[in-house]
């Protein structure tokens, strides 16, 4: 006979308790991608008509994208992008980007003008970020004549909408600290933050902007 000690039995409880927080943070996740129309709730933000613009924006998951927007999405992309990995030694491959546009979970905010024909692009993903529930930015390009209305801010007020009526904890992005542009618009216009996962000494940060929802569920994971 005896006592298993009570130390084991703690740390057991805890592994329970951590395993089932986990499954939670998890589940909130899941719940985000099961929405068959993300943006449904937001009518308010198919929409942007102010400055001189006209658009509208559409939700599409990555298997409702069609070949000529995803191939005009990566087209953008590497037009504004090429440059700046290389130059941050990152390198760039058609591939690899092509494949990360393309991947099960991406899911895509696509702005058109009247004509139907794309103008801005967001790519973002429901994930779990280092444990935690977001909503992670993964691309935001606007072509030159739609840019600096505010069409840019607007879309990432979506992102943020969108984790908050999922109850995910931020909107995360990765930034180039080399490039001015992104930088700027993430800090100065959207008042992100560097968040807590950012690397020290690498040629990019992790910024963030948290929901409400983060505070409580941190706490109990701590
Ligand atoms: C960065 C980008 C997504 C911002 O969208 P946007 O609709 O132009 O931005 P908004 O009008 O909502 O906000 C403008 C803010 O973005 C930043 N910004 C945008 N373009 C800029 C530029 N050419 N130079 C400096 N700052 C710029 C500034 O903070 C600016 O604020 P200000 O006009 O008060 O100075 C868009 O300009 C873009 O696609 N640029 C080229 C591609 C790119 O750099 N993509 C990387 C994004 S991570």
């Not at 909130?28 to 924006?57: H, M, Q, W």
């Not at 992309?77 to 290389?86: A, D, I, L, R, V």
């Not at 909503?135 to 390009?141: R, S």
Request: hydrophobic fraction near 40%; proline fraction near 2%.
């Amino acid at each position: 006979m005896g006592r298993k000690s009570a130390k084991a039995s703690e740390r057991k409880l805890k592994r329970k308790q951590e395993k089932e927080i986990s499954d939670q943070l998890w589940t909130l996740v899941k719940n985000a991608n099961d929405v068959e129309k993300p943006l449904s709730p937001l009518v308010s933000f198919t929409k942007y008509v102010r400055n001189g613009l006209n658009v509208t924006i559409e939700c599409r998951k990555r298997e409702e994208m069609d070949e000529k927007t995803m191939n005009w999405a990566f087209e953008l992309t590497k037009f504004y992008m090429q440059n700046t990995y290389e130059e941050c030694g990152w390198g760039w491959r058609d591939k690899d980007k092509m494949n990360e546009l393309k991947e099960d979970q991406a899911i895509f905010l696509i702005a058109r003008d009247e004509n139907a024909a794309p103008v801005a692009f967001v790519h973002f993903r429901f994930d779990l970020d280092y444990g935690l529930p977001v909503v992670y930015c993964y691309e935001i390009h606007l072509v030159k004549e739609v840019q600096r209305k505010g069409l840019g801010l607007f879309l990432m007020q979506i992102l943020q909408l969108l984790a908050i009526k999922n109850n995910l904890f931020k909107v995360v992005a990765t930034v180039i600290t080399m490039n001015d542009v992104s930088m700027k618009f993430f800090m100065d216009k959207l008042k992100f933050i560097e968040d807590d996962t950012s690397p020290d000494d690498e040629s990019y940060i992790i910024v963030c902007k948290h929901t409400k929802h983060n505070t409580n569920t941190t706490l109990s994971l701590t």
